[in-house]
């Protein structure tokens, strides 16, 4: 392989043409090959401002021996599904969050990508935001004594016009940034001690949860997310000492200098920290990864515990199974803004 990882995009989400698009363009590491749709004049329209190949049909990008890679923002229904499917094509994957709509789907896409011996990486954007490694330097140097608590909340005004009707979950759309944001700073292998979900009127899974997690030394999580709510985005990091407040955590623009709050016992202050391309440097981090050939497996680990997490939080909030309403169809909301 050459120094940059030939990318194909499968699918023309929104979340593609707004930010993804852009980001693999921008991103030295990464050669933007090819976009395919269903619709060869979407795929056309999407690709036109990169000079990029326009493809109609996902089989036909996969089949392509001059693609190394691919970015899949498809509905969230099909993520599974298509990401095994490409990495039995022998092409590496970027997938939208979530990866999985389960543990199960978790499982069989991690055991793909260990067999042919390929990266599947989660694209969760704010992970790679330099904001939330200065967070965990804050942390480690005890500016707010011992972590006793982590509270995440991500909601939002509606679903998307476009997905009006669609049966959506705002556990896998939304409850999944304050469950990672959860892991990072709590750790792995929490334990959920409660849990709810709203379950939609009609033709829906859940519009609305929370949950109430335990790591084994003793750090506690409270999330909370959905839509029909006002614009929240933000954690919070409560210590012994004090406290540290992020807010527009998860869909932070390239352009906003993030503002962390610190209040400690000498009083509050504000640090301004950078602003970064959280979308570019995803881009970057797959493509690095890919190059080297090494760290896959870390990040089969990573989906393994999110769709765990996800499962024992939908577990313990319908312990009889599935909500009132559930069906099998869902459609991404694709946030990040």
């Not at 099909?78 to 499982?107: F, Q, Y």
């Not at 006793?148 to 939304?174: K, W």
């Not at 335990?214 to 406290?243: I, K, M, P």
Request: net charge negative; aromatic share 6%; glycine share 8%.
């Amino acid at each position: 392989m050459s120094g940059t990882v030939r990318v194909g995009v499968l699918g023309c989400a929104d979340i593609a043409r707004r930010r993804m698009l852009p980001a693999l363009a921008a991103q030295p590491l990464v050669d933007l090959a090819a976009v395919a749709s269903r619709d060869l004049a979407k795929a056309c329209s999407y690709a036109a401002p990169y000079g990029c190949a326009a493809i109609q049909g996902y089989e036909q990008l996969l089949a392509r021996p001059d693609i190394d890679a691919v970015y899949i923002p498809v509905p969230t229904a099909m993520h599974a599904e298509w990401t095994i499917r490409a990495l039995d094509a022998g092409k590496h994957v970027l997938c939208e969050k979530p990866c999985a709509t389960g543990a199960e789907e978790a499982a069989r896409v991690v055991a793909a990508a260990r067999r042919q011996g390929l990266l599947v990486m989660e694209s969760f954007m704010f992970l790679h935001h330099g904001q939330h490694a200065r967070v965990r330097e804050l942390l480690r140097d005890g500016v707010i004594g011992e972590l006793r608590e982590v509270s995440a909340e991500f909601g939002i005004p509606a679903p998307p016009p476009a997905a009006a009707g669609a049966a959506l979950s705002s556990l896998l759309e939304t409850g999944v940034y304050p469950l990672r944001a959860a892991r990072l700073f709590a750790g792995d292998r929490l334990e959920v001690l409660g849990a709810a979900l709203t379950p939609a009127p009609a033709g829906g899974r859940d519009v609305a949860g929370g949950a109430l997690l335990r790591s084994a030394a003793g750090v506690t999580a409270r999330v909370s997310f959905g839509w029909e709510r006002a614009y929240r985005c933000s954690y919070e990091l409560w210590g012994s000492a004090g406290r540290l407040l992020l807010d527009r955590a998860f869909t932070t623009p390239d352009d906003l200098a993030p503002v962390l709050l610190l209040e400690d016992r000498d009083g509050t202050r504000e640090l301004t920290l950078s602003a970064e391309a959280q979308f570019v440097n995803t881009a970057g981090a797959f493509a690095r990864t890919v190059l080297r050939g090494t760290g896959f497996d870390a990040h089969a680990e990573d989906i393994l515990a999110q769709a765990a997490l996800v499962d024992a939080v939908r577990r313990t909030a319908f312990p009889a199974g599935s909500p009132p309403n559930a069906t099998e169809d869902g459609c991404p909301l694709q946030l990040e803004t």
